[in-house]
């Protein structure tokens, strides 16, 4: 069974920082990008940073320089460091990541990570 399991998240003051990790198990070929999501409550899910296969990044303009997306291809394991987090900030946090399986090419998702941020 493939599944991306995610650890980190918690309760931090503003200004704070925390880093999620989220590791994917299972029979796995490859993995291609992998993605952090995050969900406010009453928001929609929004894309917070992506990292490709080779390691070239994208955030959110509103994360740019405080968060840093990287990857240990070793591991199979994304890690989002968030630094200097603001109390807006609060929601859950998701990783998902494109992988191959058997043959097939299938976006997986985490069971998500809360992060609160108290003012």
């Known amino acids: 069974q493939v599944q991306l399991v995610e650890s980190g998240g918690g309760l931090v003051q503003a200004g704070g920082s925390l880093r999620l990790s989220c590791a994917a198990s299972?029979?796995?070929?490859?993995?291609?990008?992998m993605d952090w999501y995050r969900q406010a409550p009453g928001k929609q899910r929004e894309l917070v940073a992506h990292i490709t296969s080779g390691g070239s990044t994208n955030y959110l303009n509103s994360v740019k320089g405080r968060f840093t997306i990287s990857r240990d291809n070793a591991k199979n394991t994304v890690y989002l460091q968030m630094n200097s987090l603001k109390p807006e900030e609060t929601a859950v946090y998701y990783c998902?990541?494109?992988?191959?399986?058997?043959?097939?090419?299938?976006?997986?998702w985490g069971q998500g990570a809360p992060v609160t941020v108290s003012s």
């Open positions: 998902g990541a494109e992988m191959v399986v058997g043959g097939k090419k299938t976006m997986y």
């Open positions: 299972g029979r796995i070929s490859s993995i291609n990008a």
